[in-house]
């Protein structure tokens, strides 16, 4: 497991208390874990994804995640319409920790595009990890 001094945190996405990232890209915002919960989980080896055109509000479960340590759930950092999964994790769930940031699970188009600011900025996430 990772030092909390070596996880890689891009400031650019917003955090959620559960280790959700939350990332704009346009209109909709790109969803995924964080480096700390991929560390955490260890191996990944399942990922349940949500249906395109599932709605969900903020902090509603979407999916899971299942490693050999664990299932966690996913939960939404932000309102919205699910437009896309990343259907590579079907056939290939390892991505998420070869690379939290690059392996996106979903992306939503958000009801209240204001939530974003209100998740953790990477400085507050960390501070939060450190406790």
Known sequence: MK??????LPEDLGYTDDHEWAQKTGETFRVGVSDYAQ?????IV???LPEVGDSFAKGDECGTLESVKAVSELYTPLSGEVVAVNEALTDNPELI???PYGAWILEI??????EFDTLHKAAAYLEMLKG
């Open 3 to 8: 030092e909390i001094d070596e996880l890689l």
């Open 97 to 99: 920790n070869e690379d």
């Open 46 to 48: 399942f990922v349940e």
């Open 109 to 114: 188009k958000p009801s209240a595009p204001a």
């Open 39 to 43: 560390d955490q989980l260890g191996d």
